[in-house]
C-alpha cells in the first residue's frame, strides 16, 4: 500500500500514470519493470529510481516526515494506512474569527487516550503532546488550526508531519466541511451533539467566560471530543473505501471517550443562542471566502 504512491514520481504525469493503470502497475516494482513501455527514457528512469529509492529509505528509517513532504496529496491516504495506529488527531476551537481572536480549546486523540486543553488553565500542555506526536491529522487544520497553533505558541513550525483529511476527502470526491462529509459517509454524532457547529462553539465559550455556566463549558468541551473523535472515523472510512482493513474502535466505542463532565452547580443547559450580527457576518465570509478557494483553480 505505502509502496504504492506514484503521483510525485518525476515524469509521471496524467497520461503516463493512466497508461501505468492500464498495465496493472500497482507498486514501485511493477513500475520498475514496466518503466521501458511508458516510454521513459535513460534519464527520467534514473530519476524515477532515485526517487523510490529515497522514499524506501524513509519506509525502512520509519521516517513519516519525508514520506509526508515527498508524496502527492492524493497519496496521503497511503502514509495514513500505514501509520494510523501511530496517528494523532487534533481539532482547535477560537474565540472568533476575527482581529485578537486566540485558542479556546484543543482536543486531540493520542495514543488512545482523549486530551483536552483550555485556555486559561492548561493549554500550553498541548505543547508536550504535540512533542510526542508521530503523525498529526486534522481537518482543514493546514489552513486554519496550525496557522492557529503557530501563531498563538510564537514557533515556527510544528514539530511533526500533518495531513489534513480535507485533501484526502477531495481527492475522493467528498467536499464540503466536515459535518456535511459525516453525513455523507453516515457518522452520527451523540444527539446533544448534532448541529452544534463553530459559530456555536464561539457563543458557548462567550458564555461560560462571562457568565460561568458549566454547562456551555462542557457542552463546548464535548463539540472539540467529538470533532477529533469523528477524524479518526473518517480517516477509517476512507481506508476503507480503499480496500484497507484498518484497526479503529467502533463509533460507539470512541463516542463513549466524550467526557460527560457533570454540569456542576448548574445543571441547567444554556439558554437559546443569542444572535451576533457582526460574529454572523464574520463566519458568512469565511464560509463565502471558502467557497471561492473550493471552486478556484488551485488543487493540491
Not at 460561568?212 to 477509517?236: F, M, P, T, W
Not at 448548574?266 to 444572535?275: K, M
Request: hydrophobic content about 40%; glycine content about 8%; overall charge negative.
Amino acid at each position: 500500500m505505502i509502496r504504492g504512491a506514484l503521483h510525485h514520481l518525476p515524469g509521471l504525469g496524467p497520461k503516463r500514470l493512466n497508461e501505468a493503470q492500464r498495465l496493472g502497475v500497482a507498486t514501485w516494482e511493477d513500475l520498475v519493470a514496466q518503466m521501458n513501455r511508458l516510454g521513459l527514457g535513460a534519464t527520467g528512469q534514473q530519476k524515477i529510481q532515485a526517487a523510490i529509492t529515497a522514499c524506501d529509505a524513509a519506509i525502512e528509517a520509519d521516517d513519516i516526515a519525508y514520506l509526508t513532504r515527498m508524496y502527492h496529496a492524493k497519496d496521503h491516504w497511503r502514509i495514513l494506512g500505514h501509520y494510523l495506529e501511530r496517528a494523532s488527531f487534533f481539532d482547535i476551537e477560537t474565540s472568533g474569527l476575527g482581529p485578537g481572536s486566540y485558542i479556546t480549546l484543543i482536543a486531540c486523540l493520542h495514543r488512545g487516550h482523549l486530551h483536552t486543553f483550555v485556555h486559561g488553565e492548561n493549554l500550553d500542555a498541548f505543547l508536550d503532546i504535540l512533542d510526542e506526536v508521530e503523525l498529526l491529522v486534522s481537518f482543514n487544520g493546514a489552513s486554519f488550526d496550525v496557522p492557529q497553533v503557530l501563531s498563538h505558541f510564537h514557533i515556527p513550525g510544528i514539530p511533526c508531519p500533518h495531513i489534513d483529511l480535507r485533501w484526502a476527502c477531495y481527492h475522493e470526491q467528498l467536499r464540503g466541511g466536515l459535518k456535511h462529509i459525516e453525513t455523507e459517509l453516515g457518522i452520527e454524532r451523540p444527539p446533544d451533539l448534532v448541529g452544534v457547529d463553530g459559530e456555536e462553539a464561539v457563543w458557548l465559550w462567550d458564555y461560560w467566560r462571562q457568565d460561568g455556566n458549566q454547562s456551555a463549558r462542557s457542552k463546548l468541551i464535548r463539540y472539540c471530543c467529538a470533532d477529533v473523535l469523528s477524524l479518526n472515523l473518517l480517516a477509517a472510512k476512507l481506508l476503507h473505501a480503499r480496500g484497507c482493513q484498518p484497526l479503529c474502535r467502533p463509533a460507539s466505542a470512541l463516542w463513549s471517550m466524550i467526557p460527560e463532565d457533570a454540569y456542576g452547580e448548574d445543571p441547567a443547559p444554556p439558554p437559546a443562542r443569542p444572535v451576533y450580527p457582526n460574529t454572523d457576518r464574520q463566519w458568512q465570509r469565511l464560509r463565502a471566502h471558502q467557497q471561492r478557494f473550493r471552486n478556484s483553480s488551485f488543487r493540491r
